[in-house]
């Protein structure tokens, strides 16, 4: 996994345990594994799956993500002004898998957009910087 794709992993791990993200993020709750007759609904039901919503303006100061729409009980994406990562849990927590973006350049800003965020959370400098 890639330093930004665990920092998204990070962000949907605290909210999974705190139910809170920085304003500058949007993470919804996406739904439980599915079930098979092996695991069991009560296992399926112990694996997350969140959306992790990050805003081109996400890094800036005093930045606040704007509120979605939601059509039909579904958030609208916005892909013009935002990218969305898919982050799996497991029954203890941790992260499985965070789903990979499928456009390169998305991929490029969304990295450096992820990462400032993230120094500026923790009050670190580009230099000193320490990932997960």
Same mark, same amino acid.
């Given at each position: 996994?890639?330093?930004?794709?665990?920092?998204?992993?990070?962000?949907?791990?605290?909210?999974?345990?705190?139910?809170?993200?920085?304003?500058?993020?949007?993470?919804?709750? =996406?739904?439980?594994?599915?079930?098979?007759?092996?695991?069991?609904?009560?296992?399926?039901?112990?694996?997350?799956?969140?959306?992790?919503?990050?805003?081109?303006?996400?890094?800036?100061? =005093?930045?606040?993500?704007?509120?979605?729409?939601?059509?039909?009980?579904?958030?609208?994406?916005?892909?013009?002004?935002?990218?969305?990562?898919?982050?799996?849990? =497991?029954?203890?927590?941790?992260?499985?898998?965070?789903?990979?973006?499928?456009?390169?350049? =998305?991929?490029?800003?969304?990295?450096?957009?992820?990462?400032?965020?993230?120094?500026?959370?923790?009050?670190?400098?580009?230099?000193?910087?320490?990932?997960?």
């Amino acid at each position: 996994m890639r330093d930004f794709e665990k920092v998204v992993g990070e962000w949907a791990r605290e909210y999974d345990q705190y139910e809170e993200c920085p304003d500058a993020l949007s993470i919804v709750f =996406d739904g439980y594994s599915e079930a098979d007759e092996e695991e069991g609904v009560e296992e399926a039901l112990r694996s997350r799956s969140y959306a992790v919503f990050v805003h081109k303006l996400s890094a800036t100061e =005093d930045f606040v993500f704007p509120e979605h729409d939601v059509a039909h009980g579904v958030v609208v994406h916005r892909p013009d002004e935002e990218v969305c990562f898919f982050v799996w849990l =497991d029954a203890n927590g941790q992260v499985e898998i965070v789903s990979e973006l499928d456009n390169a350049a =998305d991929e490029a800003w969304a990295r450096e957009v992820i990462m400032a965020l993230w120094r500026k959370e923790r009050g670190e400098d580009e230099e000193y910087s320490s990932v997960v």
